[in-house]
């Protein structure tokens, strides 16, 4: 079966600073891969998705990603942070293509310093 | 437009109570996926409708877990004889069809407690 995992249930970062978020999934077969972000009292947000298309995959807010099949990995990055970044940070996998069905990780909680 | 809606917001019941939730997709979204997230944990998948049918329920965790969708829009997840581990955010996202290259547009969540 499917999994995703994510290192790291709360990273900090400074304001200005590199935002690293590591994701690795395990899959047979090649994966449909996703960040979602949720800000505090709102639903879940897609920031990017990988679907076999380029290995480096951009998003909304600054974001991208880097799928690398040898690494197992979709680690989530972005230059710079801002506070409005705090949040809670999904990776997720899809079976395959004809089924939205989701698999997310335990998430990972990115606070922002000053 | 108007996203993904769910009532109630907030739900405190018994143990041993029957419970219904509610999801109002986005307008003309044929798919449609609940999602259980319990404290701490991230989204775990339980049941997706492809129209009026469900068309993968393998991530109900038991026979007191129901959903239905009968005319292809909204769905209503049913929880009979409530126990204390089934307390969480209950979530739906719909999408335009099922493929994984559509994206889902999560609601904000149905928050359960059983008491």
């Known amino acids: 079966a499917q999994s995703v995992t994510q290192l790291g249930s709360h990273v900090s970062v400074s304001e200005g600073a590199l935002v690293l978020l590591r994701c690795n999934y395990s899959s047979s077969v090649p994966p449909y891969l996703f960040w979602y972000v949720q800000y505090p009292n709102q639903g879940l947000q897609l920031l990017l998705k990988?679907?076999?298309?380029?290995?480096l995959v951009k998003g909304i807010n600054g974001f991208e990603a880097e799928f690398k099949k040898s690494e197992t990995s979709f680690h989530l990055t972005k230059p710079s942070a801002h506070m409005s970044d705090a949040a809670e940070y999904f990776c997720a996998v899809s079976p395959s293509s004809n089924t939205g069905k989701l698999i997310f990780g335990q998430g990972t909680t990115l606070q922002v310093k000053p | 437009g108007a996203g993904v809606s769910q009532t109630p917001s907030n739900k405190v019941t018994e143990k041993g109570k029957y419970v219904e939730l509610r999801c109002d997709p986005i307008s003309g979204h044929t798919a449609l996926y609940w999602y259980r997230q319990s404290l701490g944990q991230g989204p775990e998948f339980l049941i997706y409708f492809q129209g009026t049918g469900a068309a993968d329920d393998s991530g109900l965790p038991n026979d007191r877990f129901f959903a239905v969708r009968p005319e292809g829009s909204v769905s209503t997840l049913k929880i009979q004889r409530t126990e204390r581990g089934d307390s969480a955010v209950y979530l739906c996202a719909s999408s335009s069809s099922f493929s994984s290259y559509n994206e889902q547009f999560f609601g904000p969540g149905t928050r359960l407690t059983v008491l």
């Open positions: 990988y679907t076999s298309a380029a290995t």
